[in-house]
Nanobody, 120 residues
């Protein structure tokens, strides 16, 4: 069974940094694009950053220049380095991936979601 397990959330002061990780495990044939979503209170879930298998990246305007998404294909892990954090970055962050399981069909998988709170 394929699953995504996130780590690295928590409380940080404004201007601080956090590094999130999301590891895929299970019987996996191929992982395509990977994404980090976030859902702030009272707002719709949005894509904060995405990365293709060949490491082409894209960012939400609010994240560009402060967030960096990267991936280690050998470890089936994607990372999100968040710097210069602001209170408006407070949200539940979810990782997401396009995965083809061995012997199965393509589908989108989600991590469990982790709260990131930026506050003094």
């Amino acid at each position: 069974q394929v699953q995504l397990v996130e780590s690295g959330g928590g409380l940080v002061q404004p201007g601080g940094s956090l590094r999130r990780s999301c590891a895929a495990s299970g019987s996996i044939f191929r992982i395509g694009q990977r994404r980090w979503y976030r859902e702030a209170p009272g707002k719709e879930r949005e894509v904060a950053a995405s990365i293709t298998r060949t490491r082409t990246t894209n960012y939400a305007d609010s994240a560009r220049g402060r967030f960096t998404i990267s991936r280690d294909n050998a470890k089936n892990t994607v990372y999100l380095q968040m710097n210069s954090l602001k209170p408006e970055d407070t949200a539940v962050y979810y990782c997401n991936a396009d995965i083809v399981p061995r012997g199965g069909y393509y589908r989108i998988y989600w991590g469990q979601g982790t709260q990131v709170t930026v506050s003094s």
